[in-house]
């Protein structure tokens, strides 16, 4: 099964995080299938192809909880 979830970067009280396309079973840092966007929990900045995620889920794609919050803050805007 196929997940959208975050890949931490960054470093020690600096994280940043990519969203990624990713085979569940792999770990958090594992290579990813494809990046659909980025999040920076100290601004609060992000970017997210929103076309792409969308079409992922219908294909059966499952999004984090967190990844979900951010998709829909981005849609609201």
Not at 13 to 24: A, C, G, N, V, W
Not at 40 to 68: H, Q, Y
């Amino acid at each position: 099964m196929l997940k959208i979830r975050l890949k931490k970067l960054g470093r020690k009280k600096k994280p940043f995080y990519r969203i990624i396309l990713i085979d569940s079973r792999k770990k958090r840092d594992s290579k990813a299938i494809e990046e659909l966007g980025f999040y920076n929990p100290i601004n609060k900045n992000s970017k997210l192809d929103i076309k792409t995620v969308l079409n992922k889920k219908k294909e059966g794609a499952m999004l984090t909880k967190t990844v979900e919050t951010l998709l829909h803050q981005m849609i609201n805007k």
